[in-house]
């Protein structure tokens, strides 16, 4: 593949949340933050061998969750972990999940891709087939990553309080576009302000080689759970950064992304941990039992 993509640093909030007492923790109406996670899912190992089975891993999930286990606090590792539901979204204001990844493919749609209280579109809404964004946070001085998402494709303009006219995963709908759009002032509709949404890459439809995936381990009956991994790319990364987005004003050849997709896969690697790339969607909390895997 031949042209120009990009790589961004994407920092977002890194505190885990904390859920209220119960099994149930609610849709958050309140500020982003992480969840540590089980979910079935793909996944490959270390050979590229590709695997099918229960994993944990971090990630938002700004919907409801049922609380499997607590821990108590050591150094990074998570205090708690979460199965994902998919309820219906209560009334009044709640937060969207970006990225969200699960269902057929991964996706960003939103978060930083307006500024100016949301009159001005960023350079985020530009991004190109092949970028990589690298979404994590700033924890103890080093970046920790999250998520790797590789740009598939830039399908359609997202339109808060207009529905979309492709086809996306029933998790995406729910968690994301539906809580955007009851997001969304008056100002917004009548001025017509849009978001951007990629589907990412993944192992069956690639680009230049590079899939998305999620720093994640296989799931036992007694955890294991691990801390975030921390991710260096000299002159690329500022692991100080808690806020802006960078390098989507800073076009590079896909070759240059392609070496830093596999240094951040061969860093993952390094901290014994695994790729998953297909996570299966949450469901209502009358079925949540982690599955056995087949």
């Not at 042209?3 to 309140?30: L, V």
């Not at 996944?43 to 108590?72: I, Q």
Request: charged fraction near 25%; charge should be neutral.
């Amino acid at each position: 593949m031949r042209g120009r993509a990009y790589i961004i640093q994407f920092p977002h909030p890194g505190p885990e949340h904390r859920p209220p007492p119960g099994t149930i923790m609610p849709w958050n109406p309140g500020r982003h933050a992480r969840k540590f996670m089980v979910a079935e899912a793909r996944y490959r190992d270390e050979r590229s061998v590709e695997r099918h089975g229960n994993v944990v891993f971090w990630g938002e999930w700004e919907a409801s969750s049922r609380v499997l286990r607590s821990w108590p606090k050591e150094g990074d590792l998570p205090r708690f972990l979460h199965h994902p539901l998919l309820e219906p979204p209560p009334e009044g204001l709640r937060q969207n999940t970006d990225p969200c990844v699960f269902g057929e493919t991964f996706y960003y749609s939103n978060c930083k891709q307006r500024t100016n209280q949301g009159r001005t579109a960023t350079a985020m809404q530009r991004l190109t087939p092949g970028s990589l964004i690298l979404f994590g946070s700033s924890v103890g001085g080093a970046f920790v990553l999250d998520t790797a998402l590789v740009v598939g494709k830039r399908v359609a303009k997202l339109v808060p309080g207009e529905p979309l006219d492709v086809e996306v995963d029933h998790a995406f709908q729910v968690a994301t576009l539906e809580s955007l759009i009851d997001r969304a002032t008056e100002e917004d509709k009548r001025e017509e302000r849009t978001f951007t949404l990629y589907p990412s890459a993944t192992p069956s439809r690639p680009v230049a080689g590079m899939f998305s995936f999620v720093p994640c381990l296989p799931h036992d009956g007694d955890g294991p759970r691990f801390a975030r991994p921390a991710i260096g790319l000299p002159g690329i990364i500022n692991p100080k950064s808690r806020q802006s987005t960078s390098g989507s004003t800073r076009p590079r050849d896909v070759e240059d992304v392609v070496r830093a997709w596999d240094a951040v896969l061969s860093q993952v690697l390094d901290h014994d941990l695994l790729l998953a790339t297909q996570f299966h969607l949450p469901v209502p909390s009358g079925r949540d039992e982690v599955m056995r895997s087949p």
